[in-house]
T-cell receptor
Framework: GAVVSQHPSWVICKSGTSVKIECRSL??????MFWYRQFPKQSLMLMAT?????????EQGVEKDKFLINHASLTLSTLTVTSAHPEDSSFYIC?????????????FGAGTRLSVL | GQSLEQPSEVTAVEGAIVQINCTYQ??????LSWYQQHDGGAPTFLSY????GLEETGRFSSFLSRSDSYGYLLLQELQMKDSASYFC????????????FGDGTTLTVKP
C-alpha cells in the first residue's frame, strides 16, 4: 500500500515555542491531506483538511492561527503548532488520500507525540 | 449532523470469531471504512464498503447494510496480534466527503 511519512515521531518542547510537523506521501500524489488529534484511548478528532495549493479548511473549534497548515505540494503538508502550551500535548496524526483510489482510502502517518513542558 | 456507534470493548480468545458492529446516522452516505490501530501506532486501512454486502479480505470481512445504516467487521481465526482498537468511519455528504470516525472498539484477544 501507499506510504505516508510523518516527522518527527516524538517531540518535547518548552511552553511558548513553535513545533512543525511534516507529512509526506512517498509514492503517490495526495491532493488532500488530513490532520487529526488523538487523546489516549479516544477517537481521531479531525482538526483540518489540507488541500494542495489552497487554504486549509479547519473544523469547528480549531484555532487556525494556533495550528498553521501549509500544503505546498502534492506530496507535502505541514502542521505548525504555534506558541505551544501544555494543553497542546497530544498525539497528532496526518493522513493522505490518494487521488487514484476509488475507495478513498486514507493512508496514515505514524503520528507525532507532542509533549509541551 | 452525523454519529457512529460501536462497542467500546470486546474480548475473545485465540482462534475464535468476533464481530464488531457499527451503526451510523448520516445523510448522503458514501461509504463505511474500517481501520485498525495498535497501541501507540497509526491507523491502518482494513476495508471499505460503499454497497450492501460482504467484502472479504483474508481473515477480515466487512459487511454493510445501507437500509439499516449498519455495518460490521468480522475477524476470523483470531490471533494475539489482532489485539488493537478498531474504528469504523463514515464518509457522507454531511461532512463534505470527509471521514468521521467512531470512538473505536478495543479488542483484546486472550490465549
Amino acid at each position: 500500500g501507499a506510504v505516508v511519512s510523518q516527522h518527527p515521531s516524538w517531540v518535547i518542547c518548552k511552553s511558548g515555542t513553535s513545533v512543525k510537523i511534516e507529512c509526506r506521501s512517498l509514492d503517490f500524489q495526495a491532493t488532500t491531506m488530513f490532520w487529526y488529534r488523538q487523546f489516549p484511548k479516544q477517537s481521531l478528532m479531525l482538526m483540518a483538511t489540507s488541500n494542495e495549493g489552497s487554504k486549509a479548511t479547519y473544523e469547528q473549534g480549531v484555532e487556525k492561527d494556533k495550528f498553521l497548515i501549509n500544503h505546498a505540494s502534492l506530496t507535502l503538508s505541514t502542521l505548525t503548532v504555534t506558541s505551544a502550551h501544555p494543553e497542546d500535548s497530544s498525539f497528532y496524526i496526518c493522513s493522505a488520500e490518494s487521488r487514484d483510489t476509488f475507495k478513498n482510502i486514507q493512508y496514515f502517518g505514524a503520528g507525532t507525540r507532542l509533549s509541551v513542558l | 449532523g452525523q454519529s457512529l456507534e460501536q462497542p467500546s470493548e470486546v474480548t475473545a480468545v485465540e482462534g475464535a470469531i468476533v464481530q464488531i458492529n457499527c451503526t451510523y446516522q448520516t445523510s448522503g452516505f458514501y461509504g463505511l471504512s474500517w481501520y485498525q490501530q495498535h497501541d501507540g501506532g497509526a491507523p491502518t486501512f482494513l476495508s471499505y464498503n460503499a454497497l450492501d454486502g460482504l467484502e472479504e479480505t483474508g481473515r477480515f470481512s466487512s459487511f454493510l447494510s445501507r437500509s439499516d445504516s449498519y455495518g460490521y467487521l468480522l475477524l476470523q481465526e483470531l490471533q494475539m496480534k489482532d489485539s488493537a482498537s478498531y474504528f469504523c468511519a463514515v464518509r457522507s455528504e454531511t461532512n463534505a466527503g470527509k471521514s468521521t470516525f467512531g470512538d473505536g472498539t478495543t479488542l483484546t484477544v486472550k490465549p
